[in-house]
């Protein structure tokens, strides 16, 4: 059974920074891809960024690309989210999530996840 747990999220100022960490247990993760959700209130939950165990090329939601950074660390088993510049929009819930099958193409299609953290609050004050 596949455990992931977030950390890191809290209260900032509009232009500061936060670095998320998802740690991943439960098996081996060489395969397959982590991901960053993010679900405002009354929103969708919404795809943030998303990075390969193998590694290659990250997805990035066009709202956050140049200010947020996905990357890994494959000795722990944990991922994280690097957010800079952040904006009162991009307060939510964020979410790690994980799978071992899924295609790059399918990162936004949130049913083909087989694994989900308990989320940690991001709240950005202007």
């Known amino acids: 059974q596949v455990q992931l747990v977030e950390s890191g999220g809290g209260l900032v100022q509009a232009g500061g920074s936060l670095r998320l960490s998802c740690a991943a247990s439960?098996?081996?993760?060489?395969?397959?891809?982590m991901g960053w959700f993010r679900q405002a209130p009354g929103k969708e939950r919404e795809l943030v960024a998303a990075?390969?165990?193998?590694?290659?090329?990250?997805t990035y939601a066009d709202s956050v690309k140049g200010r947020f950074t996905i990357s890994r660390d494959n000795a722990k088993n944990t991922v994280y989210l690097q957010m800079d510049s952040l904006k009162p929009e991009d307060t939510a819930i964020y979410y790690c999530?994980?799978?071992?099958?899924?295609?790059?193409?399918?990162?936004?299609?949130?049913?083909?996840?087989?694994?989900w953290g308990q989320g940690t609050q991001v709240t950005v004050s202007s």
């Open positions: 999530a994980a799978d071992f099958h899924i295609s790059s193409n399918y990162y936004r299609d949130l049913n083909l996840w087989s694994a």
């Open positions: 439960g098996r081996t993760f060489s395969s397959g891809a």
């Open positions: 990075i390969r165990w193998s590694g290659g090329r990250s």
